[in-house]
C-alpha cells in the first residue's frame, strides 16, 4: 500500500480526534483527503510532530490525539518515544508510516530498515504496539488501538509511491489558531 492510501484509511476512521500530521508529503496526502480544523499540518520542524503531539495529549487528556508520523521524522527525534513513554498519556496514538526513505527531500534511506521502530517504541514503554504491513489488516488493527488505553504506537508498511498531492494551502497562523479552537472544543 502507499502511504497515501494508507493515510486515507486511517483519517476515514477517525471522527473529533485531534490529528497532528508530521511535515513533508505526509501534510499534503492527509490535507489532500480531508481537510478539517481538527488536524494539524507540520509545514516545518521535522520530527517534532510526535513532541506537539504528546503536549496536546497532557493538556487534553479527554481528548484522543493522533500523531501522524514518517520513519525519518521519528528517527530525527527518537527521544520523544521515550518521552512519551514515560508520561503514559493515554489517549495518544501514534502512527507511523515507515517507507524506509526520506521521502519528501530525495528517496535518502532511513536506518529503518535496519531499526525496527515499533521494537524501539515497545522497548521504551508504550503501553500497546502493532505493525501492520497488509493494507487489509490496518482498518481493524486501528479501530483497536483507538479505543485501547495508549500510549499507542503502530509502525504501517507502506511503499516509496508517492502520489501528486498539492501543498496545504492554509497559512500557520490560519491553521493555528483553528487547531486551538478545535482543541477547545469551539465552533470554527
Keep these: 500500500m502507499t ?3 494508507a493515510i486515507h484509511v486511517v483519517l476515514s476512521k477517525l471522527t473529533d480526534e485531534l490529528v497532528i500530521v508530521c511535515n513533508g508529503f505526509p501534510s499534503r496526502e492527509a490535507f489532500s483527503f480531508h481537510d478539517r480544523s481538527e488536524r494539524f499540518y507540520m509545514i516545518g520542524s521535522m520530527g517534532l510532530a510526535s513532541a ?3 503536549g496536546i495529549a497532557l493538556a487534553k487528556p479527554t481528548r484522543t490525539v493522533v500523531v501522524m508520523d514518517g520513519d525519518g521524522n521519528v528517527l530525527m ?3 520523544t518515544l ?17 517507507n524506509e526513505v526520506y521521502g519528501s527531500t530525495g528517496d535518502q534511506a532511513t536506518l529503518s530498515h535496519s531499526v525496527s521502530l515499533d521494537a524501539v517504541a515497545r522497548s521504551c514503554g508504550y503501553a500497546v ?11 481493524h488493527t486501528l479501530e483497536r488501538m483507538l479505543s485501547a488505553h495508549g500510549p499507542g504506537f503502530l509502525l504501517v508498511k507502506v511503499s516509496r509511491q508517492v502520489d501528486d498531492v498539492l501543498r496545504v494551502d492554509v497559512a500557520p497562523d490560519v491553521m493555528t489558531k483553528r487547531f486551538m479552537k478545535a482543541a477547545n472544543g469551539m465552533p470554527e
Design 52 to 54: 506537539i503531539g504528546v
Design 3 to 5: 502511504r497515501a492510501e
Design 77 to 79: 527525534n527518537m527521544g
Design 82 to 98: 521515550a518521552t512519551i513513554a514515560a508520561h503514559q498519556p493515554k489517549n495518544l496514538l501514534h502512527v507511523v508510516f515507515d
Design 129 to 139: 504496539v502493532n505493525r501492520v504491513v497488509e493494507e487489509h489488516l490496518l482498518p
